[in-house]
């Protein structure tokens, strides 16, 4: 049984995910101690909120250091909504600039909507690009995933992107070999959201 | 393209739900778990859950309920009543809430949503607007579930909640309320017009027409249900097929 490590940064909903991870089979552990993370047979990093505040709590737990050295050891991870943002090399929310994890290139920017767009981003919309993605076998490309966002990673150098079209389109799914991650949630995105998590474990 | 929401909502009072008409809900419809427990296996779209005594008994949210029902939970959840500090907002993100609803206490405190938006994200505060109208074209904010009159303009109060950081406005005509013929379309689109943030309309659907009509008359972004779904035959799946036939894009 896969023992997925749920990182708490004391900011948002981890019931759901954790749930969600345990409906699909996992073991299932939530902890803001980065010893545990040693554990991990697969890590998540789930979240909403604000960027800066989310990486001053990692930090000040010693999270940051702990993800960096088990992504290097090539855990399976999966970055979920401000999860997935965390990972980039530069947060923009308020007009600052953050550092990030940077284990992705790219920066977080504010979504910019097109005629008749509004931001949040609040809903469910396709998902595209996903053909032959093992962490969308059994999800048909198109399908519709739970958003629910204002901000977005300009991801580069990356192995896969899907994408998402609202604001002239995002980047909605990434992966960089071991590191996996999704704007959307999955944990809320019902059938084919289950079925990316279970993807996600087989890894 | 992002897809029109159909959300049921679920007033909680006392021991279970309950629906009733112009904001005085005595009518009871069932326990609170065994409707997640059919709408999870509807897969809808998203669910709005009010226990509408908090506040006017001036407590703080059942958090232990919340947890109960969030568990079985897999749809987004947006959970109001009685939110009137960071404390609320953060317990309730804690216990599986995915958005917070805040109403009579953001009319008292409107910094609570920008505490709200700065700690947890703009995406996770919903401002609930309760509404009554004054005169052609006129509206004034109602709080204390349609209790008490603020002098409140919708629309200005929209604005300020949207300049405060708030994700969402979920906007109900109190008149309409459970009447099941039709939103408010125009005081919908007086607020809708006015803000760049979602509204959720909310208050009088009694057929999928009306839902139709909120999105393409009253240009919300989403449309919230109770009576229908608990007194009609009406579903939110059937309601999302015939929001496709009339050309709008939904979820099925």
Redesign the interface.
Known sequence: MPTAVVINYG??????IS??LE?CGADVRVTDDPAALAKATHLVLPG???FA?AMQNLKARGLDAAIRERMAAGVPFLGIC?GMQLLAATGTEGGTEVPGLGLVEGDVVRLQ?RDG??????????VHGTDGWPLFDGIAPGT?F?F???YHVRAAGCDRAAST??AGGFVSALAKGNVMATQF?P??S??PG?QLLRNFLKR | ?????VMPTLLFKDVGLVKGRQFVSDRRVGGALQAIRVYNMR?V??LVFLDITATPDGRRPDFAQI?EL??E????LAVGGGVTSLDDIRDL???????VVVNSGAIANPDLIREGA???????IVVAIDVKPTGPGRWEVFSHCGQKPTGLDPVAWARQAEALGA??IMLTAIDRDGMMEGYDLAVTRAVSDAV???VIASGGAGTYQHMAEAVTEGHA??VAAASMFHFTEQTPKAAKQYLRDAGLRV?L
Do not use: T
């Open positions: 900011l948002c909903n981890l019931d759901s749930r969600a409906e909403v909120g604000a505040k401000l909507p767009e509004r931001v949040p981003h609040v809903g469910w919309n396709e519709d739970y629910v966002h204002s079209p609202y949630h944990e809320k019902q059938k289950f | 393209m992002l897809k029109v929401r897969e779209d998203e947890d969030a568990d939970c897999f749809m987004p993100l804690w216990v599986g809430a995915d958005k700065e700690h947890f994200g703009s995406q996770c994700g969402e760049g943030i979602p972004a989403a979820r």
